[in-house]
Every structure is written in structure tokens, then in C-alpha cells.
């Protein structure tokens, strides 16, 4: 549902490390996706480019300048989550996603130059965030969690949503089977905080929550 009157500036919050930009933020471009911001010695890390395609004016906003923001990592590939990129387009910036992923996302984007995460680059750029990429496969092929140990972190996408939803299989590349692999994976990981794609992030306890989408799934998809 799109509020009959935008924000004219972004809807914003913190979790620990990270900045929040709430997807509400961007309703006057349609369906969008959290925008997420993590710093790493003075440069800015965007975790997924919301659907609008003015998205640094959002960011910068923020009193982040687009000269320091240094690249941006992508947990899937549908539109509400890279058309954003067409704002960095100028910026040269490097692009990560699963390549598994990377024609969905140029679908919506065009010709983007992206590595993926098993790229020398992705495994430092991840590395210094410590955080490490984990293969979520179900609601597209490329679905890709962020998980720090370090900070009991998921940046979860559209796999995990908080109170027992989880992101949806029906769309081209979904699947049932796949996607309650991926909830038992990370079902098992310990996360307190947990950054999704949509909806509130979960500032504690985010375990419990997951748990709760797993369960959630058993009783709705086919293994
Ligand atoms: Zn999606």
C-alpha cells in the first residue's frame, strides 16, 4: 500500500552497525525493498538498491556522500531490490550478486558490470564487513543471506521476514523444497539482530523468529 503522501525525507534508524532506510522511504517509486548502511574505515557499504531509482538522493540524505560509498551487495535479484542501481550507474561503484541472479537483476537494470560473492573482490569486500555469504536459495535461485558472527547479524532478504513469514516461492525460480533448506539453515545460525528485506527489522532475539518462519513453512510448503 503506498501512502498518499511520501515522505519527503527517509524514514531511517539504526541496528547496530548498520543505518536502516525503511522501504516506506522510497513509496513514491512503487514497490521497494529496506535499504541497509554499514561503514567500513570511512567507506559505506549499500545492502540492496531499494526500487528507486533516485536512491542515492535518499542515501545521501542521510549525511553519507556518494563519494564514500565504496559498493553494493544484493540479496536477489527482483526489481524492488536493484532498480536503485540505476542511480549509481555513473559512480562506477562494484556491484556484488549471486550469479545466479545476475540476469534477473540486469532484466530490471540493464548492462551492469556485477562480481559475485565467491569473487576475490566479494570475499574482501565481505570479509572487512565481517560478514559472509550464505547461499539462500527458494524464493529466487540466487537468494543470498549476510550472516555476522562476529555481530549475531542476518541480513536476510526476502528468505526470512519477521513473525514466521518468509519470502514467497511462487514467482519464476522459486521453490518449496529449496526454500525450507534455506530456513533450516538458517535456523541454525545464532542471530540476535536480523535485517530483512521487508518489514521491521529484529533487534533481539531474531533466532526465536526465525525459528518461527521455519515452522511456518513446514506447515504451508511441499518439501
Ligand atoms: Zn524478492
Known amino acids: 500500500m503506498t ?10 534508524s ?32 549499500i545492502f540492496d538498491a531499494s526500487g528507486s531509482p533516485d536512491l542515492l538522493s535518499y542515501v545521501e540524505v542521510t549525511g553519507i556522500h556518494r563519494g564514500y560509498i ?27 550478486i549471486s550469479k545466479k541472479d545476475e540476469a534477473l537483476m540486469k532484466s530490471t537494470v540493464g ?11 566479494g570475499v ?3 570479509e572487512s564487513l565481517s560478514l559472509k555469504a550464505v547461499a539462500t536459495p527458494g524464493h529466487t535461485p540466487g537468494s ?8 549475531g547479524l542476518l541480513i536476510s532478504g526476502d528468505t526470512v521476514f519477521p513473525e514466521g513469514y518468509f519470502g514467497r516461492t511462487d514467482l519464476p525460480g522459486g521453490s518449496d ?9 538458517v535456523s541454525k545460525l545464532d542471530v540476535e539482530t536480523m535485517l530483512p528485506g521487508h518489514d521491521m527489522p529484529v533487534l533481539e532475539h531474531a533466532s526465536e523468529s526465525i525459528r518461527a518462519s521455519l515452522a511456518c513453512a513446514k506447515s504451508m510448503l511441499r518439501p
Open 124 to 126: 574482501a569486500v565481505l
Open 144 to 151: 543470498t543471506c549476510f550472516y555476522s558472527e562476529r555481530d
Open 3 to 12: 501512502p498518499p503522501h511520501p515522505p519527503s525525507r527517509p524514514l531511517v
Open 14 to 45: 539504526r541496528a547496530g552497525r548498520y543505518l536502516v532506510i525503511h522501504e516506506e522511504s522510497f513509496a513514491d517509486a512503487g514497490l521497494s525493498s529496506n535499504v541497509y548502511v554499514t561503514e567500513q574505515d570511512g567507506k559505506y557499504y
Open 111 to 121: 548492462k551492469v558490470s556485477a562480481k559475485g560473492f565467491e569473487s576475490p573482490e
Open 70 to 96: 565504496a559498493g553494493v551487495i544484493l540479496t536477489h535479484g527482483h526489481y524492488d531490490h536493484v532498480r536503485g542501481l540505476k542511480s549509481v550507474a555513473g559512480l562506477d561503484l562494484p556491484v556484488f
Open 177 to 185: 523444497a529449496e526454500m525450507l533448506a534455506s530456513l533450516e539453515l
